[in-house]
């Protein structure tokens, strides 16, 4: 009898084990306090002239919206679902909308996008790299029968929306397609300082006790990187993290020689390929130089995160490429603890001439398309997912997206909005991005307008508050590609081109910093990528860009 | 005279009831979920779209599969992909049946048992763990390279390096896997009548003519199944393993025909690019197959079917 209850007791274990992978993945739950009844927003003036004038939010009860999109860490750390956050209990509070937030598994959202077109059931909304990842372009996204074009809709139902626009011209330009449709409720970061995020840096507390300036030149960087690795023993004086996209297409080396890894806007007025251009060849022959003389990690094309990041706050590393706030301010706060004197330094782009003004920088478009939400044809009340929507484009929305709730996560002082303590300095202990994100969503992005204020509480180190200066001081705006598009015919071909002109792209780099190729081949190497088409392909992007500027 | 077959098929379904209702799950498991499917291999042949689905999407006839023949990649690529499993085969296939047959030797079980136990558990680790521990391992400061310094050589760093990868990839495959898979090969072993070993002895053979023998031929046939199955694989090199060990360095050796796949199809989302790619894959893996299991029918005993 007892070895039955056992071996049932077993199987019935077996089983359970087997389903709980059945169940849904999730941040752990955190018992939310009870939300303190949100006093209503005002009404928004509209400022349209087709609205009526009692709209007011919150809006009567309703249908409720069903909304997907992909949750940020930062968020799932404490929370499953946006819903359950103050900012989600806040957002439908003040809308008066009732909102059912879906959530793709962590950066599954490009798979989990293309299943959800598959099946055919598509959420109301769904808040997605419209512009950059859905194939084709969103024109094509609206003639597939996916999501609805949104003039008339923004016309009749977002007058907050409407008047953001008609006062800023140029992000009304980047939002539409080339034949002028609104296709989203966009991201925008409101302020051109938000823009230039990554940068170069090095160890001040090294500069200091050697006696050397921040580099500004080419030579400089050299002088400074053999002196790291010569008198502080760093093994890799320069290393950064290879195997992120973002990273590699902002080095900072090739900005100094007037060129880029990828696609660039010239002085012409044309978009050229930097990484096919005679100036490159010399950026490649400095590496190389460098690479040989061992102030380049050696193990280059293999580095992660983790690994740069422990190099960088060790000492093996003296230098590296990243964000203001997830690298030099993660960095500065991790290696402080053991080494009090240990000081980051964000340096300006490095030139080839002394004095010169850096022509190239990095920085992002104020529309970069990504994280903008549509209205899907599944949609059945318009009107409230656009209004609900619209509402981010107004005073009271601006400050609940990018600053919270006030009296609780921020306060008016002086008509500055400044965050509270539960943000700055956390009673539970949460990192502030954490506990921005269980607020608002300007620490991360989403259908709404960021805020510098926000930025500027968020970089709580003096040398993270200077990176917008120090690295925004470039003439790279100039040179940044604005967001176009092929068209849907052109678009397959052009991607069919770029992939493979890409891999070599990428191999034959590495290649030529190595030394396993020799500079000498460099024409071998453009011929090469001719062969492949990047003429075509830079036909087709120029041929986009005419399209933007008639727009 | 002979029944047909429909009444010898209902005279085996009076008898053995049970065994075909126990039958009909695994059935249906395979024409929902294996045959049915098929049917989306025709987007292979058409521009899927997922809105239009796979009905309504316009044909392209051989479009799709021109463009991967006629890609800049495709001969290295398809070179790739055969040479890392070509290397899998020669000396992956090998160590699982050599490591069975030092096993079937150890006289005493609990070193038999503790050196099983140790074999078995990197099959367990996640891959992503293994190939962390690589990249770790690798670098010019890694274990990998104290090693060669200790024996005199020089460090570099060893995942850039393209002549090294599929030896890396190799290696590493077999430590993980050499253990699990020795575990079919020790149960046939265990199969072949001890009478004959005796016999053997008797009659004056060495363990190293016993083993040639006697041991080979018992589980001939094992391994003549094992080896066709794997030779139907030939082709389909999975990704997940390549994109977590390979960077633009190392793409002349390291890319194959999964990995090119998978960025492409990531940054396009091209279903029936990959989809294309996906069946010449399978014709290639069937036509090896009935290849190998001609050879084996002619050759031996054993075959698949």
Known sequence: MKKKFVSLLTATAVIATSLAGCGQGGGSQETTKAPETQAPAQSTESGGAAQSAEFAYPMAAGAKLTYWAPLNDNVSANYSNLGDTFFGKALMAQTGVDIEFMHPPLNQQVEQFSLILADGNLPDLMEYDWLPLYPGGPEKAITDGVILPLNDIIEQYCPNLSKYLAENPDIDRMIQTDEGTYYCFPFIRGDGKLCNTIGPMMRKDWLDELGLEVPTTIDEWHTVLTAFKEQKGATAPFTYEQDREQLRDTDPFAYAYNTTRTFYLGSDGKVHYGAAEPEFKDYLATMAQWYKEGLIDADLATLSVDQVSAKMTSGTAGASVGWAGSRLGAWTKAAQATNPDYELVATPYPTTQKGAYPEFGQIENQYSGRASVAITTSCKDVERAARMLDYAYGEDGHFLYNFGVEGESYNMVDGYPAYTDLILDNPDGLPISQAMAAYIRGCYNGPFVQDLRYLEQYYTLQNQKDTPDIWGASNGKAHVVPPITPTTEESKEYSTIMNEVRTYRDEMILKFIFGTESIDNFDTYIANMEKMGLSRALEIQNAALARYNAR | ?305
């Open chain 2, 1 to 305: 005279m002979k029944e047909t077959f429909s009444v010898r098929l209902k005279k085996d379904f009076r008898r053995n009831k049970m065994l075909y209702l126990l039958v009909v799950p695994v059935l249906l498991f395979y024409l929902i979920f294996q045959y049915r499917p098929m049917y989306g291999a025709l987007i292979a042949f058409k521009d899927y779209t997922p809105t239009l689905g796979v009905a309504d999407s316009p044909w392209v006839g051989l479009d799709n599969f021109n463009r991967f023949f006629n890609s800049v990649y495709f001969n290295r690529l398809i070179k790739n992909t055969v040479l890392l499993s070509v290397y899998n085969l020669v000396f992956g296939f090998p160590a699982p049946i050599i490591l069975a047959l030092l096993l079937n030797e150890i006289k005493s079980k609990k070193f038999k048992s503790a050196t099983q136990t140790v074999t078995y558990l990197p099959h367990f680790i996640s891959l992503i763990v293994v190939t962390g521990m690589l990249r770790d391992f690798s670098l010019t400061s890694g274990l990998f390279n104290d090693i060669i310094t200790f024996f005199g050589g020089e460090r570099s760093a060893l995942l850039q390096n393209p002549k090294l990868y599929r030896s890396i990839y190799v290696a590493s495959s077999i430590w993980q896997e050499v253990g699990w898979g020795s575990i079919i090969y020790l149960s046939a072993l265990s199969g072949v009548d001890s009478e004959l070993y005796e016999a053997a002895q008797i009659d004056g053979a060495g363990k190293w003519k016993q083993m040639l023998n006697i041991t080979l031929p018992g589980i001939a046939p094992t391994i003549i199944i094992m080896l066709t199955m794997k030779i139907g694989t030939l082709m389909n090199m999975g990704y997940e393993k390549t994109i977590l060990l390979y960077n633009p360095a190392t793409y002349e050796t390291a890319d194959i025909i999964s990995s090119y796949v998978y960025r492409v199809g990531l940054l396009e989302q091209d279903w029936s690019y990959s989809t294309a790619i996906g069946l010449f894959n399978s014709i290639i893996n069937l036509t090896l197959l009935l290849i190998a299991n001609k050879l084996a029918k002619r050759f031996s005993e054993t075959s698949l079917w």
